[in-house]
């Protein structure tokens, strides 16, 4: 992606004359054009049918690795690292899903970052970054059994404006000056675009001039960037829902079926709008650290665990969300230890996130490409299966996810800074007894496990393995949160759900607000794994105790919205006989709470 100083840069000192380079019309810049065979919607959204994978320019051309960019900021992008990386992704990764060549942010800026635009006011290669054209480094691709990727921000770059007075390609009548707002508005996450405004009928003709540009030269992705709500920009100058739908019908026009993908830290309010115009949306902030490395853990890897479960339910065929560069396979350069590497890897590969890395694929050490091709991980990615969720809170999280064939995929991080052990409970997942557990990363079978698994891991560690049931579900007592049998608190007050059993759930509990379960019968005395129905549009806290003993603090993901249930399991010790269980806010916001659900027996 474009970032905020480089195209402040592009932007400044750059006069209409100087950034609109002419050239002779060609076939695909006559004043009109045949029309093509519109694409199909089944066709596009065949697309995504499971997560695309492939490689990206940005995690590379950004970084202040030592010789990545010898001639100054983003210089690794150039016609001849990409075709580098094609190369070595033929040889090394094409017989494993890898298929995608990426091209972000720059193909059109000169190594001071200034932008080139043909006549018509669209993006032009610039000729030392990319001597032979796009068309023709497509083309390089496509020859080594690949498809080709490029990328554009959202709205009409200033530079491209030429005081309003280009015209729009095939739009006769059309210029720039008739596609935005006449206060020129700007938009996207730099402020680097005039907003367009598609009331006005000319505009849809320039998106349409651009995709038409993009199908003739051969690209099969398009990353449109800057795009909100979302790009942490706010309010009707950065709403580009619009834009997108725009690129939705052009690419379709076009006849050529074009991977669209939208970036970046998209608003999950607004998923309907990229579920219905797009192929995949970025979900997060940049995973890049911008420094000597390509990433960090705390900058910004481990925001992906907080982050991601608001968007879980969203993934799935014909769009999947986007957790950004897989950056795994360089050891050093990546700014990981192994590890982390590791627990990346799964992350990913478990939510269904495109497995696009920002390596380079020319020196990838041996355990990054032993990551990057464990076949059975990459099948967990690609396979038609929900992408797992948390089912746990804290620093040690349990994720999963029932697989169409009655096994779970089921992974353990410990995202604390030292060693822990971590256990993943049948209960949660709804089975008991014994299950088979296949370890994934290291392709061994481990047997069969009673009620549970725990494992020791390093800080940043993680596990993955694939569990088959076999035992039947666990009895369980089912405590509803509005039961008149409760007792509320401050605030807290019964509120509808339609996904909520019996309809219902407790609300409002913040500052004080709480709702106590009384009369929770158990048999014995010990710990019990409780599952908690709850939902929260945001991650949030609450406490968790029993008895009037002192509570323990659990930071619930997000379930995807206020109206979304979902489940996390707490372990709640418990006296024999009957029991109260209070769900508190504190001094903070928590989660709205559905249920309980109580074993009839301890773990």
Known sequence: MLSPAALTAGAVALTVAASLTAAAPTTAQATTAPAAAPVSSVEQQALAQ????????????????????????????????????????????????????????????????????????????????????????????HAKGLKAGIYLPVGLEKEAYGEGKLPIWNAPGCTTGDIVHADLRTTNGWDSAYKIDFSKPCAPKYIESQARLFADWGYDFLKVDGVGPGSFKSGDN????????????????????????????????????????????????DVECYCNTLVTWDNSVEDRWRDTPAWTRHAGPGGFNDLDSLDVGNGAMDGLTKAERQSYMTLWAISKSPLYTGDDLTRLDDYGLSLLTNREVLKVNQQASPPARPVTAGDTQVW????????????????????????????????????????????????????????????????????????????????????????????????????????????????????????????????????????????????????????????FPSSGGWGAAEMISVPVTLKAGSNTITLDSGSSYAPDIDRIDVPQQRS
């Not at 490689?55 to 992008?77: A, H």
């Not at 091209?103 to 290669?125: T, V, Y």
């Not at 560690?461 to 039961?483: D, H, I, K, N």
């Open 400 to 555: 999963g996810a029932k697989n169409p064939d009655g096994t779970y995929t089921i992974a353990l991080f410990n995202l604390g800074e030292s060693p822990a052990a971590v256990t993943a409970n049948w209960s949660s997942f709804g089975f008991s007894g014994q299950a088979s557990v296949r370890d994934l990363w290291n392709r061994e079978n481990l047997g069969r496990y009673r009620g549970s698994i725990t494992q020791a891991l390093p800080a940043h560690g993680s596990r993955l393995f694939t569990v088959t049931p076999q035992g039947p579900a666990p009895a369980m007592t089912a405590y509803e949160a509005e039961s008149p049998a409760n007792t509320l608190s401050g605030n807290a007050s019964v509120a509808g759900c339609d996904e909520c059993s019996g309809a219902k759930k407790v609300g409002n509990l913040y500052l004080g607000g709480a709702v106590r379960f009384n009369d929770v019968v158990v048999k014995q005395a010990g710990t019990y794994i409780v599952n908690v129905a709850y939902t929260s549009g945001d991650p949030r806290p609450i406490k968790v105790s029993a008895n009037g003993k002192p509570a323990a603090t659990w930071d």
């Open 238 to 285: 950065y709403d580009n829902r619009a834009d997108i739908a725009a690129w939705k019908q052009a690419i379709a026009g076009t006849g050529r079926p074009i991977h669209l993908e939208i970036s970046w830290s998209l608003d999950v309010n607004y998923i309907a709008d990229w579920k219905q115009h797009s192929n995949g949306w970025r979900i997060d902030t």
């Open 50 to 141: 499971k997560p695309y994978m492939g490689w990206s320019s940005w995690s590379m051309q950004s970084s202040k690795y030592p010789g990545l960019n010898p001639d100054g900021d983003y210089s690794y992008l150039t016609e001849a690292n990409v075709l580098k990386q094609a190369d070595a992704m033929a040889a090394k990764l094409k017989a494993f899903g890898y298929e995608y060549i990426n091209i972000d942010a720059g193909w059109w800026r000169d190594w001071s970052w200034k932008p080139k635009f043909d006549e018509f006011g669209r993006q032009k290669a610039d000729p030392e970054r990319f001597p032979s054209g796009m068309k023709a480094v497509a083309d390089r691709i």
